[in-house]
């Protein structure tokens, strides 16, 4: 049987062509299951961006994401995903930074990457050099860290709330009703190492007490 054709046609020869354009910019690639990706210098990306939208056809910047390492030296991954509208392909282009390490702005290229950039901004702390308005655009005016790093706490480190007696919202740090709870979903059926609420009752009967059944054989 023969396996189904990829959702998006391999562009033949895309990676050998982008690598002999972009020159030293060029760091890797992974061409799988009909998809392109190609790591790039993080001082070059406003001119890959650039030679791929002349040169290669690719007229639209669909997304800017980030990706979180904490392990790795530059823990952050910025990866932009364009799509050639007249070659019917995307293609995936990624570059690491950390929290210093600031990536060029392509809004120059796309104008829409000034809003997608303010979201990795926000909810990573990539810093974009040249966005002309690096600003939060997800949070809060007075949130603090951000919030898609793998070692951002899940409560926050503040909330906020309406205050009656000021009249206004608030901002305190976050207080728990409870700690956390730790919670067991091991199904019953699926059988328990341990004594389940209520099983406690059958594991202390005296050795010989009668069963139900067999109370009810007496009368």
Not at 45 to 72: C, K
Not at 78 to 83: G, S, T
């Amino acid at each position: 049987m023969a396996s189904p054709a990829p959702l998006v046609p391999v562009r033949e020869g895309i990676v050998d062509a982008v690598k002999a354009a972009i020159g030293d910019a060029f760091l890797s690639a992974k061409d799988a299951v009909g998809e392109v990706s190609i790591d790039v210098r993080r001082e070059s990306i406003a001119d890959v961006i650039a030679t791929l939208q002349s040169e290669f056809e690719y007229q639209q910047l669909m997304e800017i994401a980030g990706v979180d390492y904490p392990e790795r030296e530059e823990r952050f991954e910025v990866v932009y995903h364009l799509l050639s509208v007249t070659k019917n392909h995307r293609i995936r282009i990624r570059v690491s930074t950390d929290e210093e390490k600031p990536v060029p702005s392509i809004v120059d290229i796309f104008p829409v990457a000034g809003w997608l950039e303010r979201e990795v901004f926000d909810m990573y702390g990539v810093l974009f050099a040249g966005n002309p308005d690096l600003r939060r655009i997800l949070t809060d005016y007075g949130f603090t860290g951000h919030p898609q790093r793998k070692d951002f706490p899940l409560t926050g480190y503040v909330e906020l709330r309406y205050s009656e007696e000021q009249k206004r919202v608030v901002y305190e740090p976050v207080k728990l009703a409870q700690d956390f709870r730790s919670f067991d979903f091991l199904s019953p059926w699926e059988g328990a190492e341990y004594i389940l609420p209520g099983d406690e009752k059958v594991e202390g009967e005296a050795p010989g007490a009668p069963t139900p059944a067999a109370a009810g054989e007496k009368k």
